[in-house]
């Protein structure tokens, strides 16, 4: 199960919009990528339409999921690569810390990985005594300051070059500067004797093709191809719905990948990784693993409501849109995945009771949809998940909320709830198309009326 801290999302979401650097930082993100993603996919040679044929390959890839694994497990191990199943986060961390210890790693280095981050490795490797370096410059400075990624991949952009500046002062012990040259050579100066001197080095996956039977990561750094090829052993770990199933499908997602994720035609370096070095080649790793990461995807691939969630190729351009997201920012989510994403696959993943601020905090305006380069409905997700919430659901193991009211007089409440908005009646109902009255998508299936006797004492109403 994913690990999340849902709890907050109000206290850091409020926190967020007071904070006036933030609220610029998140404005000025939003006005680079949200507008230059959408421009860079209708300037497509083939028009948006491209989209709809990226929906039909991720629809076709997860309805042959079983067959695609099965290939892409075949090839890479017959390229001499070995492939783990993992069924959840322990699973996946034992099974590399048990291939560090046999390969004596004790220094790793990291290229941004949001699965990693969704199974806690970092943590448990550190727990066994091993180093763990990230290597992309936003994770890195977010290693240091000790903090969680607050978008898919620009992780740092909570942070300022200020505050980058005197972190750096404080970890690295070099003169500040907010310089984001000179701060980025200084990392680089770091980062440079760690791929040198590590025994591992560990990557996410963008895709991988069934076909061939090769992973892909895609950087404009430079750093995973140096943290796959330098390092004598190889791990690559990816969610088992990252696959498609031949290399022109690959090739079609991988353009509406890059333009939507940072308005690029593609990215500055995309790798093709599957298996070790053969005895040919001068550079390359001894040993290549993949991990390939159920957690709780094959509850999600079961329910024909929320499939479509496993076609997402994680551009983060629903974040680049999102006017949630814009101004509460990644780490309210409490979750590695944030913005319309996360507010669907969080709760899916971890628990629909458990993460229901997520999905009842967006605003349903639709700009997702329009952004994700593989069209996907996130709206519609987002008004199923409220729907169990409102409802219930026994098979999702979801409760549903209840509501209350308060008051013996409704004259006496009026005077004392100046802020509030509506009052509530009774249980949502509403008419389906035959008129009959059935249970709404979004309100409360039952209401209680707690009937006070004493005064009311409207300040001690807590709304
Ligand atoms: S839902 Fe669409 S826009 Fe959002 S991260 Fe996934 S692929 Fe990208």
């Given at each position: ?170 970890k690295l012990n070099i003169p500040y500067t907010n310089n984001p040259s000179a701060l980025t050579m200084a990392a680089r100066k770091v980062l440079r004797t760690k791929f040198l001197a590590a025994d591992m080095g560990i990557s996410g996956c963008n895709l991988a093709c069934a076909a061939t039977g090769h992973i892909t990561t ?246």
């Open positions: 199960m994913l690990a999340v801290d849902c709890n907050k999302y109000r206290v850091t979401a409020q926190k967020a919009i007071r904070d006036p650097v933030l609220q610029n930082a998140l404005t000025n993100f939003q006005n680079l990528l949200g507008k230059g993603g959408a421009e860079a996919i209708r300037e497509l040679p083939e028009g948006p339409q491209l989209r709809l044929k990226g929906h039909a390959i991720r629809k076709k890839a997860i309805a042959h999921l079983d067959i695609l694994l099965e290939t892409l497990a075949a090839n890479i191990r017959k390229n001499g690569g070995h492939v783990f199943f993992a069924s959840d986060a322990t699973a996946a961390v034992n099974y590399c810390i048990k291939v560090a210890q046999r390969h004596q790693v004790r220094l790793v280095v990291k290229g941004k990985s949001m699965v990693t981050e969704e199974i806690g490795l970092n943590r448990a490797l550190s727990a066994v005594g091993i180093e763990t370096v990230e290597t992309d410059l936003g994770e890195y400075i977010i290693q240091l300051a000790n903090e969680n990624p607050s978008h898919i991949i620009a992780p740092a952009i909570h942070k300022t070059r200020e505050q980058v500046g005197r972190l750096f002062t404080e895609v950087s404009n750094e430079g750093n995973i191809r140096m943290a796959t090829t330098l390092p004598r052993v190889t791990m690559a770990f990816m969610g088992m719905e990252r696959v498609a199933a031949t290399l022109t499908d690959h090739h079609t997602l991988l353009r509406l990948l890059t333009r939507a994720a940072a308005a690029q035609k593609m990215a500055g370096y995309i790798s093709y990784i599957g298996g070790p070095a053969s005895s040919e080649q001068a550079d390359g790793p001894e040993a290549f693993h993949l991990v390939i990461l159920d957690n709780g995807r094959s509850r999600i691939l079961a329910d024909k409501t929320f499939r479509e969630i496993l076609y997402c190729v994680r551009c983060a351009a629903c974040l680049n849109v999102c006017p949630v997201y814009g101004k509460i920012g990644g780490h309210a989510y409490g979750s590695p995945y944030s913005g319309p994403i996360g507010a669907v696959v969080t709760p899916l993943l971890a628990g629909i009771n458990r993460a229901h601020h997520l999905c009842q905090g967006e605003t349903l305006c639709g700009a997702c949809r329009q952004a994700c380069p593989v069209d996907i409905n996130i709206p519609r997700m987002l008004l199923a998940l409220r729907s169990k919430l409102a409802q219930g659901d026994p098979a999702g193991n979801t409760k549903p909320k209840q509501h209350a009211i308060l008051g013996s007089d409704p004259r006496h409440v009026c005077e004392g709830l100046t802020n509030c908005m509506s009052f509530i009646t009774g249980p949502s109902r509403t008419r389906d198309i035959e008129g009959v009255m059935v249970f709404g998508a979004h309100g409360p299936r039952e209401v209680y009326l707690f009937v006070i006797t004493g005064d009311i004492i409207s300040d001690d109403l807590n709304f």
